[in-house]
């Protein structure tokens, strides 16, 4: 009896839509798709012959939620761990998994076994139901008006959409940068294009920028040409939330201020308060908020230092104040370039934390791994980092933004070089052969959920008995 089942199907009032499939968890099998309301399935016995046997009928139920799955094999199935005998029927939803049972196998042994036999031999499938094309686009007709999407600079759907406050209005990134910069030369205030409000804050809108590429995937017309989107992203600079003040002069019969604002001016800038670097804040100047240190910096999107972390895009003053030879002060935070620089002038001397999805029993394999070669966590990380340099590595579920353009050079903060870290020494473990681990979990069974396994932050016992480290083969994620 094979293990891998080739779907085959029978049944009436097809049509070229399938409104649902059954989806094997092993990706190396196709998809069977399940197009007529009530479709047999039919399973091969070798993949010479053309012999078949019935597996089971499928048949929809009324509305969009739910199907019947009756077994027509010879033996028992699992659906959702529950065993469904000969000629058994069972409602199931989309996400239900099911297992196809093997010839010949006893039903009546302990329902504990079966799960357990059928589970770990053979070959797993999950229902899924498809939306239908047309309530998706009524769905889009009835929700988005891409009038109500568009930038009253360009006037054409957002790219890159960010939102000005407190009026809320919202612009193309490249639309309103240019605006921005116009404004700075002209105006006391960057006022809003659309209702002249002043604007006090500006910044990315993650929300509507999903809904701006679901218009545009509806209605392909919408789109611009590559070469205006390349103008527009040449011009955006608003990266993370803007701080756009315009400080007024203090009347001379206004009261002094109170200790807790005094307080809040520690926050200021200190380009604000004095020249520094040959350069001082207008007094309208945007300026970018301190992640770490909560401290301002002037936002002057011109300048090579970098004032962004690549990874997370979080704005850090570290690189710019030493650029400026500004060091820590009392009355205006400022970080040190420690906290904000590239990658390759850092170093690490231990696993971080959440290396392996914070599973320590992992992070203590990867440890006496790199010990019993004879080398240090530096060595590899300096020699997977060598590798990641010159793109031998998937990038695909590296966990930083931007995953495609960071490079060795890239100036990235604590916490994403530690992730960075994290991502390499991943690899380091996944290439190795399995004579290379230690002899007490070099036979460890490797985990249905792999690194995405949520049981093994809450379960000792389970973290320990299986590996980690691996690809999933169950649930909805992808390597």
Wanted: proline share 5%; hydrophobic share 30%; net charge neutral.
């Amino acid at each position: 009896m094979t293990t891998a089942e080739t779907g085959q199907s029978s049944g009436s009032k097809t049509s070229d839509d399938a409104w649902a499939k059954l989806v094997p968890l092993d990706t190396r099998f196709s998809d069977i798709e399940i197009k007529s309301n009530d479709m047999v399935i039919c399973s091969e016995i070798k993949p010479s012959s053309v012999e078949r046997h019935e597996w089971c009928r499928i048949t929809k139920n009324l509305g969009q939620g739910s199907a019947t799955i009756h077994n027509k094999s010879s033996d028992a199935i699992l659906v959702d761990e529950a065993v469904i005998p000969k000629d058994g029927a069972v409602d199931i939803i989309s996400g239900s998994e099911i297992v196809p049972g093997p010839e010949g196998q006893d039903t009546e042994a302990e329902v504990s076994d079966i799960i357990s036999s059928y589970c770990l031999c053979y070959l797993q499938y999950r229902f899924t139901i498809m939306p239908a094309p047309e309530s998706r686009t009524q769905l889009l007709q009835i929700l988005i008006d891409p009038e109500h999407a568009k930038c009253s600079i360009c006037l054409n759907i957002w790219h890159d959409v960010v939102t000005a406050a407190p009026c809320l209005h919202n612009f193309c990134n490249g639309c309103f940068s240019e605006w921005m910069r116009r404004s700075e030369e002209k105006h006391k205030h960057v006022l809003c294009p659309q209702c002249r409000t002043t604007v006090q804050y500006v910044g990315k809108n993650h929300f509507l920028k999903n809904i701006q590429e679901d218009i545009l995937k509806v209605d392909a017309a919408l789109r611009r040409p590559a070469e205006d989107i390349a103008v527009l992203d040449s011009s955006a600079s608003i990266q993370s939330n803007l701080i756009i003040g315009s400080k007024r002069k203090r009347r001379l019969n206004m009261p002094s201020p109170t200790l807790e604002e005094r307080d809040n001016l520690r926050l200021q800038c200190p380009q604000c308060v004095a020249n520094i670097g040959s350069y001082r804040c207008e007094h309208h100047g945007a300026h970018l908020q301190c992640h770490m240190c909560q401290g301002m910096m002037p936002f002057r999107a011109n300048l090579q230092v970098p004032l962004h972390c690549k990874g997370c895009d979080r704005p850090f003053c570290g690189a710019y104040w030493s650029s400026e030879n500004v060091t820590q002060g009392v009355s205006s935070p400022v970080c040190g370039r420690e906290t904000f620089r590239p990658i390759s002038e850092r170093t690490i001397t231990r696993i971080p934390f959440i290396t392996h999805e914070m599973n320590r029993h992992e992070q203590d394999i990867t440890q006496r791994c790199i010990t019993h070669m004879g080398k240090t966590v530096p060595d590899v990380v300096a020699e997977w980092l060598r590798l990641f340099n010159n793109r031998e590595i998937d990038r695909s579920r590296m966990p930083l933004n931007h995953a495609e353009m960071i490079t060795a050079s890239t100036h990235v903060c604590n916490d994403c070089y530690d992730k960075l870290v994290g991502f390499l020494l991943y690899w380091f473990r996944i290439t190795l052969p399995r004579d290379h681990l230690p002899a007490d979990v070099g036979a460890r069974e490797d985990c249905w959920y792999g690194y995405a396994c949520r049981t093994q932050h809450h379960n000792e016992e389970h973290a320990r008995k299986r590996n980690h480290v691996c690809r999933p083969t169950r649930g909805n994620h992808h390597f």
